[in-house]
Structures are given as C-alpha cells and as structure tokens.
C-alpha cells in the first residue's frame, strides 16, 4: 500500500497509532532479547557444543535474570528451531567389550544397591575416540550417588593394566575407610585378574553384568553417551595429543560445569562436594 501512513494503517485495522508505536516497541524488544539469547547460547555452547534444552535453560538462568529477560522452556526450543540451533541425535559408537569366558565373573550387586552417598558404588566402563594416528581407548570410573568422574585414562591399548591407571587414579581420591562397590560389564579388562586383585586389594567388593546387557551398566553407558553426544569426542580427530586435551577439557567440564537433570540440576562436583 504505497504512499499509505501510519495513521492509515491503523485505521484500516482499526488500531491507534499509541496501540501500533507500543506493539513495534514490544517486538522490538523482543528481537533484542532474542539476540541476546542467542548470544549467550553460543557462549555456552562454545564449552558445551551439544548440551541439551533444559540444561542450556538452566546455565542461561544467572544471565537472564541479569538482564531481565524472561525466558521459558517452549520459548527457548522455539528459538533455537528458528534459527536451526536444535541438536540432532548422532549415530552409536564403536564396540570397545570383548568377553573371555576363561576370566572370573561375579554376581551384580547393583540389583540390591541404592547408594546413599558418594564413595559407595562406581560404575566403569570403556569407551572407543577415534584418531587419525589411530585408535585410543577411554576407561571411565564414575561415582553411582554424584556422577562425577572420579577416575580416567585414555590408553592406546585395550589392556587391563591401562585400565587400572583410572582405577587407581579413583581409587586414590577415596577418603580412609571408604570401600566402594565396583561395578563394571565383563569386559576382559576388568575381569582379568590383574584388574580384580588391585581393586580387591584396596577393599573393593566387585560387581557384574549377569547378561551381558547394556541396561545392566546402563550409568557407565550415559557417561559414555555424554561426553561423545554433548563434547563431541566422537568425531575423528587429528592426533592423539589432541584427543586427549579434548578428553581432559570435556571430563573437566562434565565434572564441574554441566548440570544434571537427575542431580536437580547440580554438577557432578557439587553434589560429589557436598556429600562428602
């Protein structure tokens, strides 16, 4: 409608121009809340490439609120859609368990274990990060009550003695008189019998996988999940030296900056700190 005014318009919709000046104040607002949004998304992001929708809400919280912007859950998914921000889901990774029906097992004792607090029950398991120099392999023992990390090694070897460099580095952050169940697949690393007298041998009582079934270990697999789903450690990356900072910078993060929705959004540490 050329050469048509203000005054016009908002007598053809039957608005005042007071109505129409506030309306364009509003959305212009709003377009500068949704910049701003997105702005500290990235920021997240930047650390947390692929952290999900309600985490990202709660991380956003302190910011907004210093900003005095207000932002709910479908607001936050609508955004992020319109500007094709959403993660997608990303493909399963590489078998990393291998069995040896020689090797001893043990019964799982997780059926009847709730824990109550940190140190009394880890789960661990072993993860496959793809390089161009070739393969690592990532052990992960994490505390059933915090979910935090408490012990890692990326090893170029499936081994059992680089395995129990993470059980020994857990092991090592126990307070006196703390005896964790261990919890684990029946991989042939953590039924061998170097890996079960170490953990034996600092009071562990070990516990198994009665089926060979994920579900069974299915917290040492979310570990797992996370850190190749949200932090990206499962793309191919250029050489191991650089796989592993990107290990170490992700554990890092999980431990300390990711909030849990089963935690009530805590971290791993806080919760790891404070039941201590």
């Known amino acids: 409608m050329k050469g048509c005014t203000i005054k016009g318009l908002c007598g053809l919709v039957r608005m005042s121009r007071q109505a129409y000046y ?5 959305r212009e607002c709003r377009q500068l809340d949704e910049e701003k949004i997105l702005e500290l998304v990235r920021g997240i992001r930047a650390l947390h490439p692929r952290i999900g929708g309600l985490k990202l809400l709660e991380k956003l919280r302190p910011a907004l609120l ?12 609508d955004l992020l859609r319109s500007r094709q921000m959403l993660v997608a889901p990303k493909k399963k990774s590489v078998r990393t368990t291998y069995y040896d029906s020689a090797l001893p097992v043990f019964r799982n004792q997780l059926y009847e274990l709730a824990p109550s607090g940190v140190h009394q029950a880890w789960v661990a398991d072993i993860t496959y990060i793809d390089t161009d120099q070739g393969p690592l392999y990532l052990t992960l023992l994490t505390d059933l009550y915090s ?12 081994v059992a003695a680089e395995s129990i460099e993470a059980l020994m580095m857990a092991i090592d952050q126990l307070p006196p008189g703390f005896y964790p169940t261990h919890h684990s697949d029946r991989g042939c ?9 170490t953990a034996q041998a600092a009071g562990l009582s070990i516990s198994m996988t009665e089926q060979n079934h994920c579900y069974e270990n299915c917290y040492a697999e979310r570990v797992n999940g996370i850190l190749k789903g949200e932090y990206n450690l499962d793309l191919r ?39 201590a």
């Open 22 to 26: 506030k309306q364009e104040r509003v």
């Open 66 to 77: 210093d900003a005095g912007i207000g932002l709910g859950r479908d607001r936050l998914f």
């Open 147 to 158: 979910r935090m990390i408490v012990g890692f090694n990326c090893a170029e070897t499936l």
């Open 189 to 197: 690393q953590f039924c061998s019998h170097e890996y079960v007298g």
């Open 237 to 275: 990356f250029r050489s191991k030296a650089q796989a592993r900072r990107a290990v170490a910078q992700a554990i890092e993060l999980y431990n300390h900056d990711r909030p849990h929705l089963s935690l009530q959004m805590h971290t791993p540490a806080q919760i790891h700190q404070a039941a």
